[in-house]
């Protein structure tokens, strides 16, 4: 961080809102306040003995304190780890327990948190001999005392960043300064993302996502940033546009879910109240993402201004600081319709013609962004062609070198697997699902989001959530497909038939079992990733909360 005095021309251009609801209020920083807050920030930490690398946990929601948290405990030389501040309120929150293995691996110096009931969390602090810092005693406004921040070197760590555990335990990702300067500039570049942009966002900066594309990258450019609290958007969604539309938002991004919520009927019958006519780039991560909900929700909000191909599918994770490929600026929403028998059966990757019998759409992630390469091997580690689905491994500077608290090596001879299934045509990349999210029935390999997409396209205004995951009968120890949905709304006739004829229809892949499950019981991640790996646990204890 720079001095004020050297800062203090960006004033003109930058600035940062929080929108807590669709009527406010909403909290307005300019850099030297927010530069100002953060080195305060920063003496107070220094006063709890907070050394250099040492770390520091927030459990806040998106706000102002948050932010000074993060900028204050890099002024000051630590390394920040962002948690979610939901616990235990359902199963798509953080429960104690994990958060306690979070706090346990990353040992913090100081916990700052916002909850009025701590009696747990003061329980694990004084275990760990971290000091507990309510938000009420951060400092609120800023002294301009000019105290110079901490200089933090290009390889020194800057967050350690916990992996959502969708498919499994979470782990601790450490970054350093120089690959979060290099991954969100590098986006911005490679995307056309200036000073002159503004950027809308929702996203839960617990995420890596949310914390390197909708935070760093426009604090980095100077361009201005509009931040809206995530539960604000899971309360009504329509905020997201409501405030796109009045802050003529140029950026933004979502996972896939974030938009099929809004190409439901009764959100997207009012899209001719909002202007998204200024928006260039909607970015979409998180998960794979579907071309057929990014044309409906083009369509849905062409009423909006919303133009063609603003849409875009973006990989990446936190093992790479975040973005391995992106569509650069200036380019086409690339999709490659793939015959599905070939693909199920023995993974070969043959192209059909778009909408054709037999065939599948995957859209494209865009090449991999410069400094990164990314190859595609078979099981045996070894790099093919184009024609066949492999694992997915990626090379670059912005790879982690180190797991917190872990003997685990996140690379090997170079390369960081990432677990996920994919493809490359041409130099982009297509996702295809992930190696443990793949079901198997008659030789057919589905990835199980393919089966959770085509029950959503079935019942678009009925089916909330959905999970889809594979038992062993215990007659034969055969895998049964089993589908669970959480539904809302009044469906004629019998849906589970209906879904499972629905689905052989999309997908030619059979589902053995659909499970209508009460509302909430489909456990999802701190970022909204359905967790199916403790979805199908709860199964195997009767604890999924099926509806007799």
């Not at 070197?153 to 992996?163: E, G, H, L, S």
Request: glycine letters at 6%; one cysteine or more; a negative charge.
């Amino acid at each position: 961080m720079k001095s004020i005095k050297d800062r203090a021309e960006v004033d003109q251009f930058w600035s940062m809102n929080i929108t807590s609801g669709a009527r406010g209020p909403e909290d307005k920083i300019i850099f030297n306040d927010l530069y100002s807050l953060a080195c305060d920030t920063a003496e107070m930490f220094k006063s709890f003995k907070v050394l250099p690398h040492d770390r520091i946990v927030t459990l806040l929601p998106t706000g102002r304190a948050l932010i000074q948290s993060i900028l204050g405990s890099w002024a000051s030389g630590a390394v920040v780890s962002v948690v979610s501040p939901s616990i235990d309120i359902g199963r798509s929150s953080l429960s104690l327990e994990r958060l306690v293995e979070m706090l346990e691996i990353a040992r913090p110096k100081v916990i700052i948190y916002s909850a009025d009931d701590v009696s747990e969390l003061k329980i694990v602090a004084d275990e760990i001999g971290a000091v507990l810092l309510h938000v009420d005693q951060l400092p609120k406004i800023p002294t301009y005392m000019n105290t110079e921040a901490h200089t933090n070197c290009y390889d020194d760590p800057a967050i350690i960043q916990f992996t959502s555990g969708s498919t499994g335990l979470p782990k601790a990702v450490v970054i350093e300064h120089g690959q979060l300067v290099d991954n969100a500039r590098t986006v911005a570049s490679w995307t056309g993302f200036t000073a002159d942009d503004c950027f809308v966002s929702w996203l839960p900066l617990h995420h890596d996502f949310g914390f390197v594309i909708s935070f760093c990258m426009p604090l980095l450019c100077s361009a201005k940033l509009v931040l809206i609290p995530t539960e604000s958007f899971g309360r009504n969604p329509l905020i997201w546009l409501k405030v796109m539309s009045e802050q003529k938002a140029t950026f933004s991004g979502a996972p896939p879910s974030g938009i099929s919520i809004l190409t439901k009927s009764v959100f997207s019958q009012k899209a001719a109240s909002y202007d998204l006519s200024s928006l260039q780039c909607l970015w979409l991560g998180s998960e794979p993402v579907s071309p057929i909900l990014c044309d409906e929700f083009e369509k849905a909000y062409k009423k909006s201004g919303l133009k063609e191909g603003v849409l875009s599918a973006a990989y990446g994770m936190a093992e790479t600081t975040l973005a391995v490929s992106v569509r650069p600026q200036n380019s086409y929403r690339n999709t490659a319709w793939i015959s599905k028998e070939d693909l199920y059966k023995n993974g070969n990757i043959t192209l059909l013609a778009p909408f054709s019998d037999g065939s599948i759409p995957f859209l494209s992630n865009g090449p991999s962004i410069p400094g990164v390469k990314v190859t595609v091997r078979d099981d045996f580690g070894n790099d093919i062609n184009e024609c066949k689905q492999g694992q997915i491994a990626v090379s670059s500077s912005m790879v982690t070198n180190a797991y917190f608290g872990s003997m685990d090596t996140p690379q090997k001879d170079g390369w960081f697997e990432t677990g996920d299934l994919g493809f490359l045509k041409g130099n982009e990349v297509f996702i295809t699902g992930r190696s443990k999210d793949v079901l198997i029935k008659n030789g057919v390999n589905m990835p199980a989001h393919l089966i959770e997409e085509a029950a959503f396209r079935s019942f678009p205004n009925n089916i909330t959530r959905a999970v889809a995951f594979s038992v062993a009968s215990e007659k034969d120890m055969r895998d049964r497909v089993i589908l669970g949905i959480e539904i809302r709304g009044k469906i004629e006739g019998n849906i589970q038939t209906q879904l499972r004829s629905s689905i052989i229809e999309i997908l030619d892949f059979p589902v053995d079992e659909v499970l209508i499950l009460s509302k909430g019981s489909i456990p999802v991640t701190t970022s909204g990733k359905t967790q199916r790996t403790k979805a199908k646990s709860l199964f195997q204890s009767e604890d999924l909360g099926v509806q007799v």
